[in-house]
């Protein structure tokens, strides 16, 4: 970490519990569409703590962590109290009702959750198509009972629980408990996004919940209970995830989503029953002097993360750090070449492996150190503008797939932990787009997951790996990374990210810069998003000199600059004469926060 950083929290770290240091707002910029549309911007320099922190997109749901954190609670512990208060406090982004992955460290190994949603038995290649084969509008795809998947968030969460929790499954649930009860103030961000959102309202359900009687969203800092999500949770709390699983609720979400007036689903209870998360081998790769773990398919960030990494590697990218907290020309060229290159292979190969094969020897085909060379020796001074797909090693002749074309807007959060037993968390979690398929049911709202499959089940290439089947789980972007230390084996920092398939390119960011760069937490995270998915090369609204956008035009890069609402947290480890130290970082684009003791 870079000195200042280090007089820093020499001089004011142990002062107390966890603090932050500074935080000062500034004017929002103007909105965007996005997964999640902007909604300000709020400077923030981090927070420390010694023996354990939790960060996530909400303070409240932060102090649910802590609390299980402070008494005893493991990393799993927290992350768990976590996602249940964002359920309830942050209902546009993740919830009981969606998906999640998780990478879990417990100090010995890692371990990668994968509580993604599944498509319905009844489901097929054809679900996001018109009678006539064409593909369907974002709007029709997304709003209604025909995206909803079987949710996977708290059996995968339960199984976490079983393997690493320390605190008994029922004290998971009181912080969420009591904010549903007792009633929590409405966040400007929340209140931006339903005021914005015209499908949300329409929901009879949703409307009762969200809105006054004159139609308008409940104002910022309107106390505002959910007696429908106490009731859930506590149900929940007494008998167990399976609850959700096999009875009222299952039965409860099925009448909801094939009863909804104009796009009903096919998600039968009996889906939800038959739903289980499963343990997947996590994608560690070394990066310089680390190793980078990210979780495997059915998400594509792990492999893509890596894949940018390993041709990164190929630069001396320490001799690009930024300046004046901006990265320079050079910087952003090869950022956005290497994530053209990750994102060919992502759109033709990644998929649920249960159901589709990756090209060659999988995995360390596509991360091979010869091939990821070769990769990167394509590029050159000006920008290629359109990559193909490469030939991993034991690809003969072309891997005929087709090309994906999914919709991929997740609303998502993301959460980080670490305990004072050696375990950390990084888990991303969503319900797909803001506020998912529009429908709530039982206090909870669900996710319209099924929207990251293709619409388009073929093209002139063969079969879309990433085609709708029964049982399948959509392809993500979904990047939860823990680094280690290569030599040592020591944890380095956990992050992740909501954004869509902007995902793989801020988490990747937030690794250059804290690998390679030296920046620490907060400062990687509060770097202007950039990146290219193999399109144009997309910028951060008002991040960027004038100056270096017409330099990266003239090395023929097609520029689109527009607002990137990432919700990174970070933490990473610190050593202090021997001493471990945390910093957590929160991204100033969302409401999150890190706190600690």
Known sequence: ???????????????????????????????????????GYTEKAGWTARKYMVAAANPLAVEAGYEMLKQGGTAIDAGIATQLVLTLVEPQSSGIGGGAFLMY????????????????????EH?????????????????GGRSTGAPGVLRMLALAHRQHGKLPWKTLFQPAIRLS?????????????????????????????????DGNPWPVGHVLKNPALARTLHELADGGAEVFYTGRIARDIEAKVKSHPTNPGLLSAADIAAYQPKLREPV??????????????????GIAVAQMLGMLETRDMKA????????GTEAVHLFTEVGRLAYADRDRYAADTDFVP?????????????????????????????????????????WNWGMDNSIEAHSTSHIVAVDPYGAGLSMTTSVEDAFGSRQMV????????????????????????????PGKRPRSAMSPTIVFDKKTRRFVEAVGSPGGPLIINYVAKVLVGTLDWGLDMQQAISLPNFGSRNGPTELETGRFPAAEIEALKARGHTVRVFEQTSGLQGIARMDIHGVPLWFGGADPRREGIAKGD
């Not at 460290?105 to 097929?124: F, I, L, M, N, W």
């Not at 679900?127 to 709003?143: A, C, K, N, W, Y």
């Not at 409405?186 to 359900?205: F, G, N």
């Open 105 to 124: 460290y417990d100090g010995k190994k890692v371990q990668a959750y994968d509580g993604r949603e599944t498509a319905p038995s009844k489901a097929d």
């Open 442 to 469: 039982d206090g909870f709202i669900l996710n319209n997951q099924l929207t990251d499959f293709s619409f388009d089940s073929r093209d002139a290439s063969g079969l879309i790996a990433n085609r709708v089947e």
């Open 284 to 301: 560690c790769n070394d990066y310089r002097a680390y190793t980078v773990c990210g979780m495997p398919p059915p998400s594509s960030g």
């Open 127 to 143: 679900l996001f198509q018109h009678p006539d084969g064409t593909p369907m509008s974002r709007r029709e795809g997304i709003v």
């Open 358 to 398: 990756l090209p060659g020897r999988g995995i360390p085909a596509l991360l091979d150190k010869g091939y990821l060379a070769q990769r990167a020796s394509l590029i050159g001074q000006r920008s290629m503008g359109k990559a193909q797909a490469g030939h991993p090693p034991g690809v003969e002749s072309a």
């Open 320 to 327: 690009l750090a930024p300046s004046d907290g901006i990265p």
């Open 181 to 213: 009860e007792q009633g929590f103030a409405v966040s400007p961000r929340l209140h931006s996004l339903l005021a914005e959102d015209p499908y949300i309202r329409k929901d009879p359900t949703a409307r009762a919940y969200f809105y006054a009687p």
């Open 1 to 39: 970490m870079k000195s200042k950083l280090l007089a820093l929290v020499l001089g004011s770290a142990f002062a107390a519990a966890c603090h932050p240091i500074v935080a000062f707002a500034q004017d929002a910029p103007a909105l965007q569409q996005a997964p999640e549309a902007a909604s």
